[in-house]
Nanobody, 115 residues
Framework: QVQLVESGGGLVQAGGSLRLSCVAS????????MGWFRQAPGKQRERVAR????????NYVDSVKGRFTISRVNAKNTVYLQMNSLKPEDTAVYYC????????WGKGTLVTVSS
């Protein structure tokens, strides 16, 4: 069982930056690929970024490429999402998730980008 807790969301102006963190419980964090997802009001949840268990490979949805960076520190059971040049369309609840399913989900953190 893995429990995930996100933090770092908030209100930011367009063009600003935020860094989201997700801390995982359990001793198997380093064995899971991790992802960041988001869901905007009235829209389907989408995967924003993914990182392999060893951090060697990352993938991004086209809309955030060049602006967002996913990273992880396995020794701290933590995955990050650095978000730069934020746009109003990035407004959403952001979730981290573990596993290929994904299998485990956090409860989310709200990011609001004002124009």
């Amino acid at each position: 069982q893995v429990q995930l807790v996100e933090s770092g969301g908030g209100l930011v102006q367009a063009g600003g930056s935020l860094r989201l963190s997700c801390v995982a419980s359990g001793r198997t964090f380093s064995s899971y690929a991790m992802g960041w997802f988001r869901q905007a009001p009235g829209k389907q949840r989408e995967r924003v970024a993914r990182i392999t268990s060893d951090g060697g490979t990352t993938n991004y949805v086209d809309s955030v490429k060049g602006r967002f960076t996913i990273s992880r520190v396995n020794a701290k059971n933590t995955v990050y999402l650095q978000m730069n040049s934020l746009k109003p369309e990035d407004t959403a609840v952001y979730y981290c998730a573990a596993g290929s399913g994904p299998t485990y989900w956090g409860k989310g953190t709200l990011v609001t980008v004002s124009s």
